[in-house]
C-alpha cells in the first residue's frame, strides 16, 4: 500500500487485523501520499450485542484517539464501533483534525441512525465527516462451519 499511495499519489487509510504481543486489535495504518506509514489508530470501542461479538476476538486499542498530518489535512481516524460515542470525534478535533474518517463495517441495518450520528459530529465539531462501508456477501468456510456477513 506503500508503493501505490506513492504511484497515485493518494493518502490510503488501510484496515487491519493486527496482533501485538498477547493481544489482538482491530488497526488502521495511514499511508501518506509519498509513501511514509505515518503510524497506526488501534480501535477503542469493541462492541458486543447481536451481530457485533468482536470482544472474542479483539482487544480494546491501547492507541488513544489519534490525529494524522498528511500532505493534504489533518486528519482524525476512528474505526466503526467508534462512531458511536462522540468522544472520539472531540478528541480528534481537539487535537487538530481538519477532517474525520470512520471506516465501518456491520450487517445489521442501522444506517438512518448511523447517518443522524455522522451529522452530528459534523456539525458539532464543525468538521466534514467522510464514512466509508463494504458492500456485498463475504462468505467464508471456517472450523465452525459458514460464516457470512452482509455488507
Not at 489519534?66 to 474505526?79: N, P, W
Request: aromatic letters at 12%; glycine letters at 10%.
Amino acid at each position: 500500500m506503500q508503493k501505490l499511495a506513492k504511484e497515485l499519489g493518494l493518502v490510503i487509510p488501510v484496515s487491519f487485523f493486527e496482533e501485538a504481543n498477547n493481544a489482538h486489535y482491530n488497526s488502521i495504518a495511514i499511508i501518506d501520499v509519498d509513501g511514509t506509514d505515518l503510524g497506526i489508530y488501534r480501535k477503542s470501542h469493541i462492541q458486543d450485542g447481536p451481530g457485533y461479538e468482536e470482544k472474542f476476538y479483539f482487544n480494546p486499542g491501547d492507541t488513544g484517539f489519534k490525529v494524522f498530518q498528511t500532505k493534504f489535512a489533518k486528519i482524525g481516524v476512528a474505526i466503526c464501533w467508534d462512531q458511536w460515542f462522540p468522544e472520539a470525534s472531540r478528541a480528534m478535533v481537539l487535537q487538530g483534525a481538519e477532517i474525520l474518517f470512520y471506516p465501518q463495517d456491520g450487517s445489521i441495518d442501522s444506517r438512518d441512525h448511523w447517518k443522524r450520528v455522522m451529522q452530528g459530529h459534523a456539525g458539532a465539531n464543525l468538521v466534514p465527516v467522510v464514512a466509508s462501508n463494504r458492500i456485498g456477501k463475504e462468505i467464508i468456510e471456517t472450523e465452525h462451519g459458514k460464516s457470512e456477513i452482509t455488507f
